[in-house]
Nanobody, 126 residues
Framework: QVQLVESGGGLVQAGDSLRLSCAASRGISRPYSMAWFRQAPGQEREFVAAISPSGGSTDYADSVKGRFTISRVNAKIMYLQMNSLKPEDTAVYYC????????????????????WGQGTQVTVSS
C-alpha cells in the first residue's frame, strides 16, 4: 500500500514563494506518474501539475504555467516550486500517484490517480 505525505505548506503573502514536497513512504517499487492537485473551499479538486515517471515530461494547468515547477528526485520524492503566489492559489494541495497507467493517458484527470496524500494547506494573503 502506497502512502503519500505532503509537506511545505503555510501562510505567505502575495508574490512570495513556497516549495511543497511529497514523499512516498512505502510500497514504491519503481517510478510512476505523479501529480499535484488543489482544492479551494467550496470548489472541486483541480489539476495543478503532473510529472512522468522519468521526470522528463511535465504538464501544467494554464493558471500556474510560468509560476510553478514540478520536479522529482527519484521514485519517492516530488516537489512543487511555487513562485509569484497569488491569493487565488490558496487551497489544500494534494499529492497523487498513478500506478496503473502509462504517462500521458490522462495526467490532468483526478480519476486517473489511485493514491492520494492527506494534503497541505497553502494560504496566500493579499
Amino acid at each position: 500500500q502506497v502512502q503519500l505525505v505532503e509537506s511545505g505548506g503555510g501562510l505567505v503573502q502575495a508574490g512570495d514563494s513556497l516549495r511543497l514536497s511529497c514523499a512516498a513512504s512505502r510500497g514504491i517499487s519503481r517510478p510512476y506518474s505523479m501529480a499535484w492537485f488543489r482544492q479551494a473551499p467550496g470548489q472541486e479538486r483541480e489539476f495543478v501539475a503532473a510529472i512522468s515517471p522519468s521526470g522528463g515530461s511535465t504538464d501544467y494547468a494554464d493558471s500556474v504555467k510560468g509560476r510553478f515547477t514540478i520536479s522529482r528526485v527519484n521514485a519517492k520524492i516530488m516537489y512543487l516550486q511555487m513562485n509569484s503566489l497569488k491569493p487565488e492559489d490558496t487551497a489544500v494541495y494534494y499529492c497523487a500517484l498513478d500506478s496503473l497507467r502509462s504517462w500521458g493517458t490522462c495526467p490532468k484527470s483526478r480519476i486517473c490517480y489511485n493514491y492520494w496524500g492527506q494534503g497541505t494547506q497553502v494560504t496566500v494573503s493579499s
